[in-house]
């Protein structure tokens, strides 16, 4: 049988497999397995040449238990309403996990942003916002950058909700420019998250990161950040990277100022003069102590599962593991910490900004990253706490199916105290 790659029928095994090990309530598991509300909007817009086209958008709420919803708005010409609900699932685990007061969201509109003017990108995100109207807000749902969109049309459309209110409101939407209420370390919030993880996992199997190799999966925003972090804070030593065009390897360790250097000049990283190139396939497979996937998803899959040769997986990207790997990986000894544990630095660095919108105050770089560190350490303690409960009672399970257990329950709590089942 081939495996399920639906991003939305992911998301509902998941749920599902962590429903069945926790003893969920029926009915809880029922409305956590669909979104609280989905809207399809129809937006026309003004094109330079003065024609006016219609585009399509969505917005899912999937669940507001625990606080006003909270995921990005994605611009892409594939964009479906399925990825849409999975995203939207998978930031009510973040937020849950992270323990930060926020529900789980996700918007996206079908377009192709890279033949959009910035006159029709304002006009299309504006326009956007207006046919969300009150379905978002810093109580209701907040939404942030994600695929294709950035901290200009964040301000866009933060400046046409605040006109819409009457009022100013940063606090609608995160991502911003500093200048109109963005948070300092927002821009390397991710990988910083992800860092803290992965010297807190390090420390669980012994793992010496200042002698350690690693390898990383993807060279972009998130990719580049991890490397120069992994580098700077833990002393290790990259020794393999790809982008979609291929990798490179170096058991010596990879430069990182002269691959920057190489890719702004060739566009890829194989513009790398040293070591040897290897294709994305047997990156992956290299001899090493960290793999970090920060690319695209289903990249570790029951095809290749078996050949991973690292200790940790520190998933950076968004579902680079499928539910089939990850049973595999686990069997094989292998630490795989969970995307929605890894990646969570950008929403909690999201969810400082709003608290920075709503007190007026704002903090310092340092401030951040120490919260952060906080916050994200703590969810990598619930997550291990967890599953040393769970082998107390002679049952074994993996740090993902850990961090759902810890996320859908917290979910749970919440829809009980409110009285919705
Ligand atoms: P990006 O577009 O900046 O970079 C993606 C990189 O992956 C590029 O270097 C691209 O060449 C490479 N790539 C694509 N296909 C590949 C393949 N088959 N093999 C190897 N490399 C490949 O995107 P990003 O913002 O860095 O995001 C990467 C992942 O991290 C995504 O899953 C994203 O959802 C996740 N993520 C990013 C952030 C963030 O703040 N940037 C936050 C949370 C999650």
Same mark, same amino acid.
């Not at 942003?113 to 326009?127: A, C, I, Q, W, Y």
């Not at 695929?147 to 409101?169: C, F, H, K, R």
């Not at 939407?173 to 992800?194: V, W, Y």
């Not at 967890?386 to 749970?412: F, L, W």
């Given at each position: 049988?081939?495996?399920?790659? +639906?991003? %939305? ?49 969505? !917005? ?5 238990? !625990? ?12 964009e479906?309403?399925?990825?849409v609900?999975?995203?939207?699932? @998978?930031?009510? @685990? ?16 079908i ?6 003017n ?22 209701v ?12 049309? =964040? ?11 009457? *009022? ?5 939407? $995160?991502?911003?420019?500093?200048e109109?209420?963005g ?6 919030s $991710?990988?910083?998250?992800? =860092? ?9 199997? +012994? ?19 991890a490397?120069?972090?992994a ?17 490179? *390897? ?5 430069? *990182?100022?002269?691959l920057?250097?190489?890719?702004? !000049? ?43 040769k $690292? ?29 929605f544990?890894? +990646? ?9 900004? @709003? ?5 007026? *105050? ?11 560190? $906080? ?41 009980? %105290?409110?009285?919705?089942?």
């Amino acid at each position: 049988m081939s495996e399920e790659l +639906n991003p %939305f029928k992911i998301a509902q095994e998941e749920l599902d497999a962590a429903a069945e090990t926790m003893g969920l309530d029926k009915t809880a598991h029922a409305i956590l397995r669909e979104p609280k509300r989905i809207l399809t909007v129809n937006i026309p817009v003004k094109m330079q040449d003065g024609t006016t086209k219609v585009f399509n958008g969505f !917005r899912v709420l999937y669940n507001d238990a !625990r606080g006003p919803g909270k995921g990005g708005i994605r611009y892409h010409p594939l964009e479906n309403v399925d990825t849409v609900k999975a995203l939207s699932a @998978w930031m009510t @685990w973040k937020t849950s996990l992270a323990n930060i007061p926020f529900g789980g969201a996700k918007g996206g509109v079908i377009c192709d942003p890279k033949t959009l003017n910035d006159f029709e990108l304002e006009n299309l995100s504006r326009g956007y916002i207006r046919a969300l109207g009150r379905a978002i807000g810093p109580k209701v749902d907040i939404p942030a950058p994600d695929v294709y969109t950035n901290p200009q049309i =964040m301000a866009w459309m933060m400046d046409e909700y605040s006109e819409l209110v009457g *009022y100013d409101e940063p606090g609608v939407i $995160t991502g911003k420019p500093l200048e109109i209420g963005g948070s300092e370390g927002r821009f390397d919030s $991710t990988a910083m998250g992800g =860092m803290y993880v992965l010297r807190e996992a390090a420390k669980t199997i +012994n793992l010496d990161l200042k002698n350690s190799k690693i390898i990383i999966q993807g060279f972009g925003n998130a990719g580049m950040f991890a490397f120069e972090i992994a580098t700077r804070l833990s002393g290790g030593k990259v020794i393999g990277v790809s982008d979609s065009e291929g990798g490179i *390897y170096d058991p010596d360790g990879i430069d *990182y100022n002269k691959l920057l250097e190489a890719k702004k !000049r060739t566009g890829k990283v194989q513009g790398y003069e040293k070591g040897q190139k290897v294709t994305n396939e047997q990156l992956l497979e290299l001899d090493a102590d960290v793999l970090i996937p920060a690319a695209i998803e289903n990249q570790i899959t029951a095809a290749n599962a078996d050949r991973i040769k $690292t200790k940790i997986v520190l998933e950076l990207a968004n579902g680079p593991v499928t539910p089939d790997a990850d049973k595999i990986l686990f069997e094989k000894g292998i630490l795989d910490m969970p995307d929605f544990l890894v +990646n969570s630095g950008g929403v909690i660095v999201s969810y400082f900004e @709003w608290v920075q919108d709503i007190g007026g *105050y704002y903090w310092t770089q340092e401030d951040v990253y120490k919260r952060l560190d $906080t916050i994200i350490t703590r969810s990598f303690n619930d997550v291990i706490g967890m599953q040393k409960q769970y082998a107390a009672n002679g049952k074994k399970i993996s740090p993902r199916t850990a961090a759902y257990i810890v996320a859908v329950d917290r979910v749970a709590r919440a829809m009980k %105290f409110r009285g919705w089942y």
